[in-house]
């Protein structure tokens, strides 16, 4: 008689889909629920640098569509906290946990947004890092997570272009404003680079989470793969990626590149970061001060609910 | 707890189409909720029509009882067309 685990190896091993009242072992859930929860403080978090921006956009056109991408984040996080609720979590919960430092989330919106270039910076290699890192994960093994990672990406091809585009501007703009230009890049390079997490040798969850069928791809192999896709949009920009290692290498077909220093990224994902502690405390602080719009909501429908009993 | 209770949503994403889920969210209501559905889940009018349904309202198969809630239908061949076998030179059956 097969029990209701082996029912959960034999869809793993079939590449089928796990839903969500499906039996699963306590690692898998465990392992979803940090994964997810994570991923969606990233994206409501991901909107403090970027926000920023918007009320010192150049143009009319910027600020709309800097207001849309914010938007975008909103949402992208709504839907991962839906799919994470799906395990038996509630929202709220992680929400405490993220604003008690119990939660992480990308290490790469520690870093500042110091010019109008660094929008660019951030669309064209933040997403488009994000999006070689969540591509994979619209084929992960848990149904709710897939699912919501196909809405993401749709949505993300048009942040990375409207980053694109902006670099692509100042690029044939005046010297200073390409001069701004290379500087976003020299920043955002690094930082971008280890958004693939440590190297293959270093990670912590990466082999169980490939068996499982969460992961699909190494560290290593996704960096490379950005690597590869980006450094040939940099010659188009006619900027430099600030890597004196960088060599296309004609036998293998890939670019040869540095490592960053993971020593900075252990240290900006510890809360040493340029702007961690800033980045929890507006959070925590725009959670609290909704507080009464939340509390007027319920109130309003509770009334509601009263009048029609 | 979230003071918010979770509502399941639903989205035509255009006429002639049944409503298909698309996720869920939270809020007080359901106007609210209509109204955080257009705002999350049809931002690229994605939609012409939205439910919203609350989550306890729904009553679910279990997935422990997947096998003998729907074992009745696995041996009924012949409720399919392939089944029957149709001579030679008939058209239109």
Known sequence: MLTRMDSFQATIDADGRIEPRDAMPEGYRKTLIRQIAQHAHSEIIGMQPEGNWISRAPSLRRKAILMAKVQDEAGHGLYLYAAAETLGVDRAELLDLLHAGRQKYSSIFNYPTLTWADIGAIGWLVDGAAIVNQVPLCRCSYGPYARAMVRVCKEESFHQRQGFEILHTLCNGTPGQKAMAQDALDRWWWPSLMMFGPPDAASTHSEQSMAWGIKR????????????????????????????????????????FTEPDYAELYEVVKGNGPCNEKRLAHRVKAHEDGAWVREAAAAYAAKRQEAVA | MSIEPLWE????????????????????????????????????????????????????????????????????????PTFYEVPEGVEHL
């Open chain 1, 217 to 256: 791809h190494s560290n290593d192999e996704l960096r490379q793969r950005f690597v590869d896709m980006t450094v040939p949009q940099a010659d188009i920009l006619g900027l430099r990626v600030p890597d004196d290692g960088l060599v296309y290498d004609d036998a293998t077909g890939h670019y040869t």
């Open chain 2, 9 to 80: 949503v639903f989205v035509r994403s255009r006429r002639g189409l049944s409503h298909t889920h698309v996720g869920s969210l939270h809020a007080p209501d359901a106007t609210m909720a209509l109204r955080n559905a257009r705002d999350v889940y049809t931002r690229r009018q994605e939609g012409v029509s939205i439910w919203v349904v609350r989550a306890t309202d729904i009553t679910a198969s279990s997935p422990d009882e997947k096998d003998e809630f729907f074992d009745p239908a696995g041996d009924k061949v012949y409720r399919h």
